[in-house]
């Protein structure tokens, strides 16, 4: 591995490590457009400064009920897509979480510190539960952002890739690390989110007041990765438009400014600059090179998931190696938590 993710800093003239990232991504359903403009870009990127881990978080996905081939699938579709966007397991590190039990263990430890109130306020179990107040809510649900934290303190991160929609669970792990160093010590790097400016948000181009999301209802809510060209021109084409006929963006044109957003992010040019082009044209033809932009960006990624799933042995063995690299990270850092708690360490 070039620049290797575990490098610490030395005294012998060795170079101090590279600030580190850790980012995760479920394995759900389908990948799409939200993801790559809002999270796996960024990880892609990242890479030139950063030594990065970037995970299958299938732990976290248990939390919602999912048939055992189903889940397998996932878990592949997100580790392979990871590489077809750029990720370079030669630079860093790519894992599936339940390959680490490090992060189960610091979960628990970390549920000791974590508070009732502060996990009932996140907004995305207050999503998934509809206010979390049920008898059957899973206790995995309301436990979900400790893990999340468990995941990126244990690597020592300095900065996690996400959307916005994870903003509030990156400042629950940046609270349970400093609690964490007050009460025992400084232990933990407390981490920054690192949220892309043109893309936070990609909202649903069913609904453009809730986010594009895997778990939506209809599949005309987002466009997936490995959607073929002619779904990708058909879910646009159907995707839900604002009142009036300008192509512009502004707070009375939700669905327009989404839309825009899409293209700017994928083509990097000025939403104005995009508008300006459409003065006196119409929805119809925005639409049209609209789609063309999305099939053309995600063409050679497609054709990369293509090839990642003919042969998956390449991908297992970057799961292989990404464990045995993450888990000695791991290692570290919970022999130190244990250490500060207190726990005896076990006999040699
Ligand atoms: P998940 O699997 O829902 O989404 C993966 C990444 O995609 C981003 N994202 C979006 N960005 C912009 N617009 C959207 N519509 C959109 N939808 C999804 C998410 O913000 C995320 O970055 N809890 C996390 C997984 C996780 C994690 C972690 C992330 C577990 N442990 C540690 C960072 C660090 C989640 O459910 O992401």
Redesign the pocket.
Do not use: W
């Given at each position: 591995m070039s620049g290797p993710v575990d490098t610490p800093a030395s005294s012998q003239g060795k170079p101090a490590r590279r600030p580190r990232v850790?980012?995760?991504?479920?394995?759900?359903g389908a990948?799409?457009?939200?993801?790559?403009?809002?999270?796996?870009r960024?990880y892609v990127a990242m890479q030139e400064t950063h030594d990065c881990v970037y995970?299958v978080?299938d732990l976290?996905?248990i939390t919602v009920r999912q048939p055992r081939a189903v889940l397998r699938r996932n878990t592949m579709d997100?580790a392979n897509m990871f590489l077809a966007c750029g990720v370079d397991p030669e630079r860093s590190i790519v894992m599936v979480?339940s390959h680490v039990p490090q992060h189960s263990e610091l979960a628990w430890i970390l549920n000791t510190i974590a508070y009732m109130g502060e996990l009932r306020r996140m907004t995305?179990f207050k999503d998934k539960t509809g206010g979390g107040e049920g008898e059957s809510v899973g206790v995995g649900l309301f436990d979900?952002?400790v893990?999340?934290?468990a995941?990126?303190l244990l690597y020592g991160?300095d900065a996690?890739?996400?959307?916005?929609?994870?903003?509030q669970?990156?400042e629950l792990?940046r609270d349970l690390a400093e609690r964490f160093n007050n009460a025992f010590g400084k232990t933990f790097v407390v981490p920054e989110p690192v949220?892309?400016v043109d893309?936070?948000?990609?909202?649903?181009l069913d609904d453009p007041t809730k986010?594009?999301?895997?778990s939506a209802g209809s599949e005309y809510n987002?466009i997936a990765l490995t959607d073929p060209p002619d779904v990708i021109r058909r879910k646009i084409r159907r995707a839900v438009t604002d009142s009036g006929t300008e192509v512009r963006p502004g707070p009375d044109k939700p669905a327009l400014t989404n839309l825009l957003t899409i293209y700017s992010a994928l083509t990097r040019e000025p939403v104005e600059t995009i508008a300006e082009r459409y003065v006196g044209k119409g929805y119809a033809e925005f639409k049209s090179d609209l789609g063309d932009v999305v099939v053309e960006a995600l063409a050679p990624l497609q054709a990369r998931v293509r090839e990642l799933e003919a042969d998956e042995t390449y991908t297992l063995g970057v799961l292989k190696r990404g464990a045995e690299l993450a888990e000695s990270i791991a290692a570290r850092t919970l022999a130190k938590v244990h250490e500060r708690l207190g726990l005896v360490p076990r006999p040699r």
């Open positions: 850790f980012s995760g991504t479920q394995p759900t990948l799409h457009l939200g993801n790559y403009l809002g999270a796996f960024g995970c978080v976290h996905a997100v979480q995305q979900y952002p893990l999340m934290a995941d990126i991160s996690v890739p996400v959307g916005e929609d994870q903003k669970h990156v792990t949220i892309p893309a936070a948000r990609i909202m649903g986010k594009m999301s895997k987002y």
